[in-house]
């Protein structure tokens, strides 16, 4: 290449704008179509997000039409179950009216006695004292004639008749005295018997109402939540979509501003172009001048209670890591895996029979005083249906329930904690290994 070529192509080099400032614009509208991009992209996420909520909400809103429905059939069975404890509890109206119409018999029937039993007495006394043997000897003695002596036999017969019908009807009353007592005392027995199923019916009732209640204001909490965090997922998107508009127009300007610069930079080098071919015509020795550029880049155990059911032993009391929650927390009682009956470990006093969020379907037996401190017993997660109600007193072994897993539970098993004085204590203590 000639000295006149070289000195051309310098002069181009020098004066356009594309070896240089064009290549750092370009450079910006890299970036901000990155920055396009990772709004785009984290616009889809929250679109997908927003999605999962709807669905959520979708699902909660099916949940509480579902839990709705549950609590007007409950209401029903409530309705039902409150005409039959109407009927039961006139049947133990009737009972208990019975029980003191007997009694009032039974009162009636010992005055009479009492009256005859004095009656007798006195006549007792009067034979043996004023009316001996001796007297009733001479009063047949005394008769003028055969007939006057059979008159005088049959008024003795007469007497001595009335005196029997009086003792067996004493007898028969006090027969029937006896018999009025034992059917008081049956009565009694199935009087207390419907009190007790009355009072266990009724007791399951508000227990599982409780159970739909605690039910329903979850599903609200959580649907609230969902609307609340989908409602903040719609106002990020929208933020989004603003920043990516705001860049989309900054791109567009900036586009516009190269294309500006490219245009201008196109015209001067033309016009250097002109300019170096003039310059080179009358000046052959110009020299060129080197540019640089530049890049980025079950038993009794010792202590008087019994296992209170059947199965193997899941989790220890103490600290472990929650099967719910995935922390670490403290683990208030013993598990006892497996399924079927749960039964008293100890004879005492139901305190609680109903549902809670965490236990579901729970029990709370109290023991009395056990070697100078109150002891409790709770049994937790059992299925509905239970057998015992508060202020019930049940015996060691007594069935008060049947394994399940309702409120916080990942399984079938009975939770059973030991309380003493109100404390937690380890109830292998109490139970066994």
């Known amino acids: 290449m000639g000295k006149k070529h070289i000195a051309l192509f310098a002069s181009i080099l020098l004066l356009s704008p594309i070896a240089g400032g064009f290549t750092a614009q370009a450079a910006t509208l890299e970036e901000l179509q990155q920055q396009k991009d990772a709004l785009q992209l984290e616009t889809n996420t929250i679109q997908s997000q927003i999605e999962e909520k709807s669905n959520s909400l979708n699902t909660l809103e099916s949940e509480k039409a579902n839990l709705e429905t549950k609590v007007n059939e409950l209401q029903s069975q409530l309705d039902e179950l409150m005409n039959r404890l109407a009927t039961q509890e006139q049947k133990l109206a009737d009972i208990e009216s019975k029980i003191l119409e007997l009694q009032a018999e039974i009162e009636a029937l010992q005055v009479v006695i009492d009256q005859r039993t004095e009656k007798l007495n006195t006549q007792a ?18 008769s003028e004639n055969f007939s006057d002596l059979v008159g005088k036999i049959t008024v003795v017969s007469k007497i001595v008749t009335a005196n029997k019908d009086i003792v067996e009807q004493q007898e028969a009353d006090q027969q029937k005295v006896e018999d009025s007592k034992v059917a008081v005392e049956e009565e009694k027995l199935a009087a207390e018997a419907l009190r007790q199923d009355i009072l266990i019916s009724k007791n399951n009732v508000v ?19 969902t609307e609340a ?16 508009e705001t860049i989309s127009n900054d791109m567009v300007a900036e586009e516009t501003r190269i294309a500006a610069e490219r245009a201008a930079a196109e015209q ?18 110009a020299s060129a001048a080197p540019t640089t550029t530049a890049s980025s880049s079950y038993t009794v155990n010792s202590s008087g209670f019994i296992k209170p059911a059947s199965g193997y032993y899941s989790s220890p009391f103490g600290y472990r890591l929650s099967p719910i929650t995935g922390g670490s927390e403290l683990h208030r009682g013993q598990d006892i895996a497996g399924s079927g009956a749960i039964s008293a470990a100890q004879s005492g006093t139901v305190v609680t029979a109903t549902y809670h969020a965490s236990f579901g379907y729970y029990v709370v037996i109290n023991h009395g005083t056990i070697n100078g401190v109150t002891v409790e017993t709770l049994y937790a997660h059992m299925q509905p249906g239970l057998l015992v109600a508060p202020g019930q007193t049940v015996s060691q072994g007594q069935q008060i329930g049947i394994m399940g897993t309702t409120g916080d539970s990942t399984g079938v098993h009975l939770h059973f904690e030991v309380h ?6 380890d109830p292998l203590n109490y139970i066994g290994g």
């Open 125 to 142: 006394r009067y034979i043996q004292t004023d009316a001996g043997v001796t007297d009733i000897a001479s009063m047949l003695l005394s």
């Open 207 to 225: 227990a599982q109402k409780t159970e739909i209640d605690i039910q329903i204001a979850q599903v609200i909490e959580n649907y609230e939540l």
């Open 229 to 244: 965090e989908k409602n903040g997922l719609e106002s990020t998107r929208a933020d989004l979509a603003a920043q990516t």
């Open 268 to 285: 001067a080098a033309s016009e250097a172009t002109a300019v170096a071919a003039a310059t080179a015509a009358n000046n052959l020795t």
């Open 420 to 425: 003493e004085n109100g404390g937690l204590v």
